[in-house]
């Protein structure tokens, strides 16, 4: 069974950049499409972005496409989100989450087919 670990999360003024890891423990990595979700304070859990079991789709809500990046490196069984120009409305505790899906895909709205969740990094933007 896979597990995920968060870190990376801290403080940032807006404008400023965190790049959060998600390293797995377990085997299979590879065959996992990874998301990123935030939970910010009184608000619903939220899909951020998702990367295809190989690395090459990437797909990002709205709010974020341009300022976020994801990519993974699966011989190190970690996923990464790169955010920059972060902006106050991006604090949230950010969790990583894995879907068993290994035809190099991935798309949102799939929120509740991830099957193995982390603990969750909190991220503070503000100035």
């Known amino acids: 069974q896979l597990q995920l670990a968060e870190s990376g999360g801290g403080f940032a003024q807006p404008g400023g950049s965190l790049r959060l890891s998600c390293a797995a423990s377990?085997?299979?990595?590879?065959?996992?499409?990874i998301g990123w979700f935030r939970q910010a304070p009184g608000k619903e859990r939220e899909e951020v972005s998702c990367i295809s079991n190989g690395a090459s789709v990437t797909k990002f809500k709205d709010s974020v496409w341009g300022r976020f990046q994801m990519f993974r490196d699966n011989a190190k069984s970690t996923a990464y989100l790169q955010m920059n120009l972060l902006k106050p409305e991006d604090t949230g505790v950010y969790y990583c989450?894995?879907?068993?899906?290994?035809?190099?895909?991935?798309?949102?709205?799939?929120?509740?087919?991830?099957?193995?969740w982390g603990q969750g990094t909190q991220v503070s933007v503000f100035s």
């Open positions: 989450a894995a879907l068993y899906y290994d035809f190099n895909n991935c798309a949102l709205g799939r929120t509740n087919e991830y099957t193995v």
């Open positions: 377990g085997f299979g990595f590879d065959s996992y499409t």
